[in-house]
Nanobody
Framework: VQLQASGGGLVQAGGSLRLACAAS????????MGWFRQAPGKEREFVTTISWKLGRTLYADSVKGRFTISRDNAKNTVYLQMNSLKPEDTAVYFC????????????????????WGQGTLVTVSS
């Protein structure tokens, strides 16, 4: 699976952005998808994940209520809608994919994911 993230950019605090991650491959619907981010000088951290069955979701506390993950299996794409952005959301955002036979699985650890996109930079100005 190859992942291509897009949609990053510069936005003022309080603004919104929507990231997209397009995946290649015919079995996208069997992949758990996740978003992670890495701020300058910090370790990569979990943001959110979505199961491939029923679209269950899990969010980091820092983004809960502001970010929404969704997926369109027909388009092999996962989205991250980011609202009420804060300067501390500034980071490179990475999408990741994990093949799973368990459709309701949710994963938040970096090592659990099999494939990674190249990252897209989100900069939030104060």
């Amino acid at each position: 699976v190859q992942l291509q993230a897009s949609g990053g950019g510069l936005v003022q605090a309080g603004g919104s952005l929507r990231l997209a991650c397009a995946a290649s491959g015919r079995t996208f619907s069997r992949y758990v998808m996740g978003w992670f981010r890495q701020a300058p000088g910090k370790e990569r951290e979990f943001v959110t994940t979505i199961s491939w069955k029923l679209g269950r979701t899990l969010y980091a506390d820092s983004v809960k209520g502001r970010f929404t993950i969704s997926r369109d299996n027909a388009k092999n794409t996962v989205y991250l809608q980011m609202n009420s952005l804060k300067p501390e959301d500034t980071a490179v955002y990475f999408c990741a994919a994990k093949y799973s036979d368990y459709g309701l699985g949710l994963y938040r650890q970096i090592y659990e994911y099999d494939y990674w996109g190249q990252g897209t930079l989100v900069t939030v100005s104060s």
